[in-house]
């Protein structure tokens, strides 16, 4: 089922989460771990993040360097069959511009359609770390409207090779991003709600958010969508917060602030059981007030952990 129908025949705020691939080499018993004991729950979907090929450098005996390309997290699209056949519960690949042509994308939306997923997240991708800036591929998509209009030309019927004759037309549900704090490159919340609405008007059904601690900062932002016509329903993303060093780290990866209440409260503990106990109190309450605000969907972050999400879940869904 598509997400946007369950978002429609919701009759009270969804569970959805999010999980990443396991490293290359790790069994997908490691997925099923982090999944089996949010079930209970019943999500009415779960997405699976897209992790994009790098580049090391990798030194030989004779001290030359040699450039090899690595994917350190495959297996996106087979983890989203594996979760609909083990569990029956729609999956939701992430599709990024990084890393693929045109054609490239449109084999993978093929293998999608094949195997029965008709949803999809469309991202943009960041910038690998042998890059200063996100550079899409060559004859690849420069931002997320870019995929999406692809996708939307799909559905439709349009295939790259307008030559195709009697083709299918695919089945996606679109899902895009949406920043409550910014995405770090605009150079201003007004423009990046500007192309937040391009995409929507481009054809996205749905917006997911980046983890936000401070749910007036989701309100503001739900607000300013509705003010500029963006009518689609907005889903918030949650992370816990479940160590001091995350204090540091979720800013830098993803350009978020911690409230001054959490971080006071999170350097106070002892020790890191401590800061796990404290962000899963704040992940309680935030969770709440969503709840109450009656928002459609609240999806969180596992990043493949279940027990901080477990206990919110518990006391909140
Ligand atoms: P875009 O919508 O393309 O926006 C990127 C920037 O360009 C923004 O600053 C925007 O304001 C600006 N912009 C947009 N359109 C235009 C335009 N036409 N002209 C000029 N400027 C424009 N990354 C992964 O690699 N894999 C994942 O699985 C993944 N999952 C994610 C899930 C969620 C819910 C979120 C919020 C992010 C996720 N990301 C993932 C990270 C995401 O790829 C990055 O945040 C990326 O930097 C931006 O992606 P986007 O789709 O928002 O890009």
């Not at 503001?220 to 917060?241: A, D, Q, S, W, Y």
């Not at 540091?248 to 106070?268: G, Y």
Request: net charge negative; aromatic share 10%.
């Amino acid at each position: 089922m598509k997400v946007i129908d369950h978002l429609k025949n919701a009759k009270k705020t969804l569970f959805s989460f999010e999980i990443l691939p396991p490293l290359k080499g790790k069994s997908i018993d490691s997925i099923y771990e982090g999944i089996d004991p949010l079930m209970e729950f019943e999500p009415s979907f779960i997405d699976v993040t897209y992790h994009r090929q790098e580049y090391v450098y990798k030194k030989h005996s004779n001290g030359l360097l040699e450039k090899v390309s690595v994917r350190k997290r495959p297996g996106t699209v087979g983890i989203c069959a594996a979760i609909i056949n083990k569990y029956g519960v729609d999956a939701v690949p992430h599709l990024i511009c990084g890393g693929f042509s045109k054609e490239e994308t449109e084999n993978a939306l093929i293998d999608l359609q094949f195997l029965g997923i008709h949803n999809a997240l469309l991202l943009r991708g960041d910038a690998i770390k042998t890059e200063a800036n996100f550079e899409p591929e060559p004859g690849g998509h420069a931002y997320a409207i870019d995929l999406l209009k692809q996708v939307v030309n799909m559905n439709n019927g349009i295939y790259l090779d307008e030559e195709l004759n009697h083709v299918a037309p695919t089945n996606f549900c679109i899902g895009v991003a949406g920043y409550p704090e910014k995405h770090f490159e605009a150079p201003n919340m007004d423009m990046d709600l500007k192309y937040l609405k391009m995409k929507v008007d481009a054809g996205a059904d749905y917006i997911v958010t980046q983890m936000f601690f401070d749910n007036k900062k989701f309100f503001e932002f739900v607000n300013k969508c509705r003010e500029i016509g963006i009518n689609v329903p907005i889903i918030p993303g949650l992370k816990t917060l479940t160590s001091k060093n995350q204090l540091n780290i979720l800013p830098s990866i993803f350009h978020i602030d911690i409230p001054q209440a959490l971080t006071e409260a999170a350097i106070a503990c002892k020790d890191d059981k401590q800061v796990k106990q404290v962000g899963i109190e704040w992940g309680i309450e935030q969770t709440k007030e969503l709840i109450k605000m009656g928002v459609p969907s609240i999806h969180f972050y596992t990043m493949g952990k279940s027990e901080a999400t477990k206990t919110i879940a518990k006391a909140t869904f």
